[in-house]
């Protein structure tokens, strides 16, 4: 398989061809500072700040314990300055007017695959997205082509 084969099956590619019998889907370009966001492990991971002050994980249970129940350690002083949350303010705007034209039911598909663990669309059911601890966000992120020249580079390729 070609690189070329592989990049036609992004979803960019192909959608337009099939937009008449497929779901309905906005397509976004992410910013590669945000690829590099998601893809970076040097630190603890912050979630965007939101430009409407909106909470990404809202309190849908009533917790009685209060936030100023729980301190934060304070360290030696040897670490460096803390880190501060990103903000993508167009992407967040382009993002929240696709889900509210889509009335809220939606699922994310990133270029050329999808999140493992969506139950997918049949007779019974719908198609919704579950998150869960074991997604791996980086296999969705990695270039497809890149993969695949470094499967056909691996001597177990031509196995």
Known sequence: MKVEDVNRCQIQEWYPRFKLVSIRTFIHELPESFVQYLLDDSGPFLLPVSISNEDAFPNRIHNPEEKEDYQVSEGSGD?????????????????????????????????????????????????????????????????????????????????
């Open 79 to 159: 670490e460096a300055e803390p880190l501060s949350p990103p903000s993508l303010p167009e992407l967040e705007l382009k993002i929240k007017e696709s889900i509210e034209t889509l009335e809220g039911a939606i699922f994310p598909k990133l270029n050329w695959s999808a999140p493992k663990d969506s139950a997918w669309i049949s007779t019974w059911e719908e198609l919704e997205q579950k998150p869960s601890a074991g997604s791996g966000w980086n296999q969705f992120l990695r270039n497809a082509g890149e993969e695949l020249q470094r499967q056909t580079k691996s001597p177990e390729a031509g196995a």
